[in-house]
């Protein structure tokens, strides 16, 4: 293990509920601070909070009772704070509307050394609340497959089979009607969830259904259900071309008319999810059509420019998610050229938002908060690896020694965790000093994708880099986002926003942040990470 060294006043723990049944540890290596304002800062880069709040805590005079809290005096080591989040009106208003009041912070970079900018800039809940702008789906694959009940008359029929069995054993050879049912009833659950089910997500679907209805096994199959399980994918496959005919955008751009002429190929080229992706291509908000959220792309290129319009500018933003994602799909366009047309995406608080609408999950609370809960188990398993991977990973955690920074906690772990995949970090964080002038600006416009810190020659490591943006196909859209994690949470979102592949330098280490930190898909693993998240496991 690598000992961090405690320069400081004795290390607090504190307590901290984030809400319902979620509550995270909040260490502080210089103490208790001296004001509620810097606490706040700690309990946002920490926790990964983003929207403002007040701090409570537990009062001991009042039977444990929340008491809003006043002074630092207030608390001590292992003392209980509670996070009350100030209620915001719902951005919900478009042109012609009545638009919510701006955000005070800007909305197209954030430094981690200004304290004046808060993660309220950075919000990635749904911005509007009007039904007809919602994704259609607001949840990813289930843990569990919930099979749903079915028609009354079939749902009787099952019943009674299922009494029978639990008697006598019986199982019941389902006629063409009640299978025919069964079928429809488990497609139509199917796709509330996605299109195009994996083969142990039909698995899954089929063990439950007979594991739900045990009258319906099949007593051919090794299994019980395998009978099911191709049935359920001949009918997915019937499904979704009634799903075409009536233009649903996620089956329709990989019909035939969609692909090349030499390659005319149902097979040729899916577009599908393939990273957790719950509103991968979705269908248009209701009364709306390409032209008319068109119409509102040009008008938000102007709105994009007026100061203090972050509001406006995150409702038509949420309005135009179908329209813009389905140009990423479709089209693959160019980054500078899709730069051009949605400037207003390539900031934090939009890239936030946008991963939300995507993979409907938190980007920056999970990020953080997950890669410091494993970040102890990560740095146990690098000080095991020897040779000279391991003498690579000595030298990059040499920072957490010299500082207790978060920040530089975070970026050491997630260049060690490259080097313990087998793969370079110079690949993912590109850093120039800030004395080497045009011939830095040169090497970063032959990066094709990657992170750049610009940094002070002979800087320390407690201080902060100069600059740190990315870089994609040579066009900087990101910059002043003040640290490596914030970086690369930034990086993993564009991932998801333009619809790139990962690296095949870097796949590894893309693939445990998305599976292991950001569990996304986490059931299905290269051999590699399986290896990690076993070792993590112990």
Excluded at 36 to 57: A, M, N, P, S, T
Excluded at 418 to 435: D, H, R, S
Excluded at 488 to 503: D, H
Aim: with cysteine.
């Amino acid at each position: 293990m690598y000992k961090i060294v405690d320069e400081m006043a004795a290390p607090v723990k504190l307590r901290v509920i984030l809400g319902e049944n979620d509550s995270q540890r909040l260490i502080l290596q210089d103490g208790i601070p001296e004001t509620i304002g810097e606490l706040v800062q700690h309990i946002k880069r920490q926790c990964g909070v983003e929207d403002h709040f007040r701090l409570q805590f537990m009062d001991a005079e009042f039977g444990n009772e929340f008491t809003n809290l006043t002074s630092v005096l207030e608390i001590q080591d292992k003392s209980t704070l509670k996070l009350v989040f100030d209620s915001a009106p719902a951005a919900s208003a478009l042109p012609g509307g009545s638009p919510p009041p701006p955000c005070s912070t800007p909305a197209t970079s954030w430094s981690g050394d200004d304290s004046s900018l808060s993660f309220s800039s950075l919000c990635d809940t749904d911005i509007l609340s009007s039904p007809e702008s919602t994704p259609s789906r607001s949840s990813g694959w289930p843990v569990v497959f919930v099979v749903p009940r079915f028609p009354y008359d079939c749902q009787l029929q099952l019943d009674k089979a299922n009494a029978a069995f639990k008697e006598s054993g019986t199982l019941l050879d389902p006629d063409v009607r009640l299978k025919t049912a069964i079928l429809d009833s488990l497609a139509e659950e199917i796709v509330r969830y996605k299109v195009y089910p994996s083969d142990s997500e039909f698995e899954e679907v089929a063990e439950a259904l007979v594991s739900s209805h045990p009258c319906l096994k099949e007593p051919g199959s090794a299994t019980g259900y395998g009978g099911w399980k191709v049935s359920l994918k001949y009918k997915l496959a019937n499904y979704r071309r009634k799903l075409k005919r009536l233009g649903c955008p996620e089956v329709e751009l990989n019909s035939l008319t969609n692909k090349p002429a030499d390659k005319c190929s149902p097979a040729y080229g899916v577009k599908k999810p393939r990273r957790a992706e719950v509103n991968y291509c979705p269908t248009y908000p209701s009364g709306e059509s390409a032209e008319t959220l068109e119409k509102i792309r040009e008008t938000l290129l102007l709105e994009v420019k007026k100061r203090n319009n972050q509001g406006t500018v995150a409702a038509m933003m949420e309005k135009t998610f179908a329209h813009r994602r389905q140009e990423v799909i479709r089209d693959a366009p160019l980054i500078a050229d899709f730069k051009t047309k949605w400037p207003a995406l390539f900031c934090v608080r939009e890239l936030t938002a946008e991963f939300k609408r995507i993979t409907t999950v938190s980007l920056l609370p999970k990020f953080f908060s997950q890669l410091d809960a494993l970040s102890s188990k990560l740095m146990k398993v690098f000080s095991k690896k020897g040779g000279g991977q391991g003498r690579k990973i000595k030298s990059i955690m040499i920072p957490i020694t010299q500082t207790d920074a978060i920040d530089v906690r975070r970026e050491c772990i997630i260049k060690a965790l490259c080097v313990y995949l087998n793969e370079e970090p110079e690949n993912l964080v590109k850093e120039y000093m800030n004395t080497d002038g045009e011939s830095s600006e040169a090497a970063m416009m032959k990066t094709t994708f990657g992170i750049f810190v610009i940094r002070k020659e002979d800087a320390e490591p407690k201080d902060g880099p100069e600059d740190v943006g990315i870089i994609l196909e040579g066009v900087q859209v990101l910059d002043e986002l003040g640290n490596v994690p914030l970086a690369m949470g930034m990086l993993f979102a564009l991932v998801y926003a333009l619809n790139l592949s990962y690296p095949p330098e870097l796949r590894y280490t893309f693939e445990a942040l998305q599976k292991l930190i950001m569990e996304l898909d986490g059931n299905r693993l290269s051999k590699k990470i399986q290896t990690l998240k076993t070792l993590l496991a112990r």
